[in-house]
């Protein structure tokens, strides 16, 4: 089964894309890719976006899934990264990597000498599921940019016209 991951520059609803993957997004592969490793380890911002342009290319080497690049655009049927596996972001105000999930309520810091992901029950989902399925960027979900306009005859889900 196939999960997306989504990496910007800044968090908040002006972050910056600058690259999704698709495929075998998980924790251990994305320690086990050197770019991606190198990512979620970066201390300033010209690391972080050089790792990512390189594991947008590595990861279609390594057989992995498929990278998509800013300049073809927003690569998803969904209108922002609150669907998307996992978030990935390099906030410049803190000088840190970043993690969270779709509809994530909160964002896990990624310590560079020790980069681990989150354990347990996931902590930084949504506490409750069907809310989030009926909108995955309602709050409490961490805020995000919209990617795509949605259209105003979008269906009413759950009762909940979004």
Same mark, same amino acid.
């Given at each position: 089964?196939?999960?997306?991951? /989504?990496?910007? %520059? !800044?968090? !908040?609803?002006?972050?910056? #894309? =600058?690259?999704?993957?698709?495929?075998?997004?998980?924790?251990?592969? &994305?320690?086990?890719?050197?770019?991606?490793?190198?990512?979620?380890?970066?201390?300033?911002?010209?690391?972080?976006?050089?790792? @990512?342009? /390189?594991?947008?290319?590595? #990861?279609?080497?390594?057989?992995?899934?498929? $990278?998509?690049?800013?300049? *073809?655009? #927003?690569?998803? *049927?969904? &209108?922002?990264?609150?669907?998307?596996?996992?978030?990935?972001?390099?906030?410049?105000?803190? @000088?840190?990597? %970043? @993690?969270?999930?779709? !509809?994530?309520?909160? #964002?896990?810091?990624?310590?560079?000498?020790?980069?681990? &992901? +989150?354990? $347990?029950?996931?902590?930084? !989902?949504? +506490? /409750? =599921?069907?809310?989030?399925?009926?909108?995955?960027?309602? +709050?409490?979900? @961490?805020?995000?940019? *919209?990617?795509?306009?949605?259209?105003?005859?979008?269906?009413?889900?759950?009762?909940?016209?979004?």
């Amino acid at each position: 089964m196939s999960s997306y991951t /989504d990496f910007y %520059f !800044g968090r !908040g609803e002006h972050a910056e #894309w =600058i690259g999704s993957l698709r495929g075998e997004c998980y924790p251990d592969n &994305f320690l086990a890719v050197p770019p991606v490793l190198l990512a979620l380890t970066a201390t300033d911002e010209d690391t972080f976006r050089a790792a @990512v342009a /390189d594991a947008l290319v590595v #990861w279609e080497d390594e057989r992995l899934g498929q $990278g998509y690049q800013p300049e *073809l655009g #927003w690569p998803w *049927l969904w &209108f922002s990264s609150h669907n998307s596996s996992w978030i990935i972001t390099f906030d410049p105000e803190d @000088v840190a990597v %970043f @993690v969270t999930v779709g !509809g994530g309520v909160r #964002w896990h810091r990624i310590d560079p000498h020790d980069p681990r &992901f +989150p354990e $347990g029950d996931d902590p930084l !989902g949504p +506490p /409750d =599921i069907d809310t989030w399925l009926r909108d995955p960027a309602a +709050p409490p979900s @961490v805020p995000m940019p *919209l990617m795509r306009e949605k259209p105003a005859d979008m269906p009413t889900l759950g009762g909940d016209a979004r």
